[in-house]
């Protein structure tokens, strides 16, 4: 993975998350090259505690990161879902889902950072890969011979195919007119990484409690869970870093109960609202004579 290189590639991809290095090295596997485009850097992306999220990998997926050479950059470091269980507030009569002996896992449990650690290990011993950090695009052309990108440090970007990859906020879906469907669901999401003392045993739970569901996906075979609270419908937001108190919050104590939890959280805690934004569907219209 190179810097700072602005000559022309097959590929000019904005966004180098999950989703664009991926589909960089992905390409890369076939021979095709590209730039991509972040505004955060490779440090800051991975940083310690940058995203304590953690992301259900399916065996569709799991194939695509093998054939792109993570498999055993990311095989010790997560975990194999081998059940989901479903309850009403723990109370009896709860849905399990499992797979038959014969179809394996669920799919696997990885922390974000994992994956992006992975991924830009990959990538800097990439050629076809080049990485432009600390910057982002200010001009953006499309045209019948190829794209232009112009990035704030006034390098300039040639390819033959831009591809947005920035996320739900896209500047690039945005200015080429494409109609996003939005919904608020006027509810806020609490997100950590608790440390647990019982094993899981491969099971992911999703409690669901009057004001909305708790859910604790186990991410790593260390014994640390990633739990996820969808809170109240109050729009107001909690201080900085605040986890509600076991000792007053009977959801919060029922979490940290169940998942035999310590209660130390391994990561930042992170709360943000719940919306969901989708690309809306546009119905197309021909005209002509018959």
Known sequence: ???????????????????????????????????????????????????????????????????????????????????????????????????????????????????RTALFEAARAEPAIAWHSGTEAVERERGEHGVRVVLDNGEELTGSLLIAAEGRKSPTRDEAGLVTAKWDYHHRAIVTALYHEKSHENVAWEIFYPAGPSRCCRCSMTRAATARRWSGPSRKRMPPGCWPCPRRCSWARSSVTWAGCSGRSNSPRRECPIRSTSTARRELSTSGSR
């Open 1 to 115: 993975m190179s810097g700072r290189v602005s000559g022309r590639r097959d590929l000019v991809i904005l966004g180098g998350g999950l989703v664009g290095m991926t589909l960089a090295l992905a390409a890369a596997r076939q021979g095709i090259t590209s730039h991509v485009v972040d505004k955060a850097t490779p440090e800051q992306l991975t940083a310690e505690g940058a995203d304590g999220r953690a992301s259900a990998i399916s065996t569709a997926s799991w194939n695509l990161f093998a054939n792109i050479g993570l498999a055993d950059r990311l095989a010790p470091l997560g975990c194999p879902i081998a059940a989901i269980a479903v309850t009403d507030q723990m109370k009896p009569g709860r849905i399990d889902f499992q797979p038959g002996a014969e179809d394996g896992s669920l799919g696997r449990m990885y922390a974000n950072r994992d994956i």
